[in-house]
């Protein structure tokens, strides 16, 4: 009997080992920094073409047209987008770094 009581304790130190080497895999992250996506790349463009459409189209003297207020807002809406975005991604993710 002290055999099988000597392979039972052999067996719950290699458990600990498995459970530990597990742990040690959980260092890598589920979402990518922001710097390293496609979403950061569109919507850096998407504000530069807003903000160069505005100053190029001018307002006419019936008020139609693109003005930079119109242009600065909709780069504001853009950006609420994008950190609306990031904070979705991040929202599922688990950091065991923190």
Known sequence: MTTSTTDHNHLTSDSRAVASRDGDRGLTRETKP???????IVYVL????????????DVNDDGQGFSAYQGWFL??????GYLISRGL???GSHDDTR
């Open 89 to 91: 991604a991040k929202s």
């Open 46 to 57: 998407s504000v530069l073409g807003v903000l160069i459409a505005s100053l190029v189209v």
């Open 75 to 80: 780069a504001t809406l853009l950006t609420i």
């Open 34 to 40: 922001s710097f390293k996506t496609t979403e950061l």
